[in-house]
């Protein structure tokens, strides 16, 4: 049996999606953390089930994403129903064509993802400490001492940084003593996990809206399997040992269909909140995901946002670690991922309100307004991309980040956006690939478009192996018919150049109209902050 260090460099408090996250970026920048979790092991309830684009990305990037795809399905449609009349209906199926690999939204289970992801932790042997507390947090500016409780045995360990990935109740969250400002919403809800004989559609997301609450049936991966979240029927908010069989005929009233379930997998009853940590960092510790931010479930945000949390904060974290980048580059994480969280906190609370609101503005609203807003957004190709860009959440972008750094004319891609997604065809291999493929390797990544002579590709070669090697890696994408929509999308004029320094979580980080390398060199060392070799 493996035995907790008495030292490690990051201790990840949650073992959860963000905090396993968290631990694979490590493990993929050459750093070992200790995970460690309360429960007695990884959850087997389903919990969250749509993984956004932008999640797909990294797991791609980890090289996983294959088992994901064909674990999930895609979710084909989306049906509004009031009073059981359908209302609407939309086709989610590669609704963000061009704009990703993955342009829809893939059904898989939270479960399923804890388990992709403790099977990277374990083929890395990195092993998660479960049945163990955090109990006490004491930190000075060179270190933290944690006091840990494993069953009858207490351990003592010191580390250099803390991430507390340890849900709404988080234990980090409390030692820090940071405010989780917010509220609850005043409804109750449940949650069930079913096999139906019956189903509204193998792959349709169907939202029924009642004036006596509303009930949304999402579509998992196992056949005629389905997650219910809907409003609990009035009069049973106190009822003792609530069961499917006391919500079924006002669900069946909900949805004007007779329900014949064959299993029932899970059901729950909760309160949802929307609170956000008033600081995500104080000192050497961090939060993400559940302990930085909580909020209602629409449209499938939560865990996809605590993934990028931890993607967010991973390589930052494990460069300052190796010694590769100054510390302050840490400050970057709360002021790029905190405007995201509330950000999404206001839009889905609002989206949320309308949803469960029984006002008869609310009403006029969900019979006449979202029907034809359904529509009018999905016969418009501009308003259903940018639909897709919030949901997928591949329009996130950092454009104040003092991590960026844009020189040259500003174009519709500059320095803070993610990098598009863009095929090319690699001259130098001879073979179709993507820009996102060329951004697969730990570390920045820099790439020259343009007419660029073979002596100063050397030169540039040359000092990224003298300066920062293993840290950049580098592609220049020469001009060609075959590649004219990556020239056309970064605004690159005939006979000019662009030089794009991609960060490691694959947004842009620099951009300039000329390839000079003392400009690049002054973004790496004065705005990243690398060290000296």
């Not at 905090?19 to 969250?48: E, F, H, W, Y």
């Not at 207490?154 to 400002?181: E, M, P, W």
């Not at 034809?372 to 016969?379: A, L, P, Q, Y």
Request: hydrophobic share 40%.
């Amino acid at each position: 049996m493996i035995s907790l260090p008495k030292h490690t460099s990051v201790l990840i408090v949650g073992a959860g999606p963000s905090g396993l996250m968290m631990a694979a970026q490590l493990l993929r920048n050459g750093v070992q953390p200790v995970i460690i979790d309360s429960k007695q092991g990884p959850t087997n309830q389903s919990k969250a089930l749509a993984v956004q684009a932008r999640s797909l990305e990294i797991y791609r990037q980890l090289g996983v994403v294959d088992k994901v795809l064909s674990g999930g399905k895609q979710a084909g449609g989306m049906s509004y129903y009031q009073n059981g009349i359908k209302l609407a209906h939309v086709s989610l199926k590669d609704m963000g064509t061009a704009q990703t690999l993955y342009p829809f939204i893939h059904l898989y289970q939270q479960s399923k993802n804890e388990r992709l992801l403790l099977d990277y932790l374990t083929q890395a042997c990195c092993p998660v400490f479960w049945n163990t507390t955090l109990t006490a947090l004491t930190q000075n500016n060179h270190s933290i001492t944690a006091s840990l409780q494993d069953g009858d045995n207490t351990n003592t360990l010191t580390c250099d940084y803390v991430v507390g990935a340890d849900g709404a109740h988080s234990a980090v969250r409390k030692q820090l003593n940071i405010s989780f400002t917010g509220d609850t919403y005043q409804h109750q809800f449940y949650l069930a996990d079913l096999k139906l004989l019956n189903s509204p559609g193998p792959d349709v997301v169907s939202l029924y809206l009642d004036k006596k609450g509303f009930a949304g049936f999402f579509p998992m991966p196992e056949d005629r399997s389905f997650r219910i979240v809907a409003s609990l029927p009035d009069g049973l908010e106190n009822k003792p040992d609530l069961s499917l069989t006391d919500v079924l005929p006002d669900l069946e009233q909900i949805t004007n269909t007779k329900i014949n379930v064959e299993h029932v997998n899970w059901f729950t009853i909760y309160k949802l909140h929307h609170r956000m940590a008033d600081k995500f960092s104080q000192g050497r510790c961090y939060l993400i995901g559940d302990a930085a931010h909580i909020h209602s479930p629409v449209g499938g945000q939560g865990m996809n946002t605590g993934l990028q949390d931890a993607y967010n904060l991973g390589w930052k974290m494990a460069a300052v670690i190796n010694r590769q980048i100054k510390p302050a580059i840490l400050n970057s994480y709360t002021a790029e991922r905190m405007p995201v969280a509330k950000d999404l906190l206001n839009t889905t609370d609002r989206i949320f309100n309308i949803i469960t609101s029984r006002s008869w503005f609310s009403s006029l609203l969900k019979k006449y307004v979202v029907p034809s807003g359904f529509k009018f957004v999905w016969g418009n190709n501009k308003l259903r991309d940018y639909f897709f860009k919030r949901v997928s959440q591949t329009g996130i972008a950092y454009p104040h980040s003092k991590i960026n750094l844009q020189l040259g004319k500003v174009t519709r891609v500059k320095a803070g956006d993610r990098l598009p997604f863009l095929t090319i065809y690699d001259e130098k291999q001879q073979a179709d690939t993507d820009i996102h493929a060329w951004c697969n390797k730990p570390g920045f990544t820099l790439i020259t478009l343009g007419e660029v002579s073979e002596t100063y590709l050397f030169t540039l070669a040359k000092w990224i192996t003298q300066n920062y090697a293993g840290a950049l890696n580098f592609f220049h994408l020469p001009p060609s018919d075959k590649n004219q929509q990556v020239f056309d999308a970064f605004e690159v004029a005939s006979k000019t150049r662009k030089a794009i320094i991609v960060r490691p979580d694959m947004y842009i980080g620099y951009m300039n109209d000329l390839i000079d390398i003392d400009m690049m060199d002054n973004y790496l060392r004065n705005i990243v902050g690398f060290e000296s070799l």
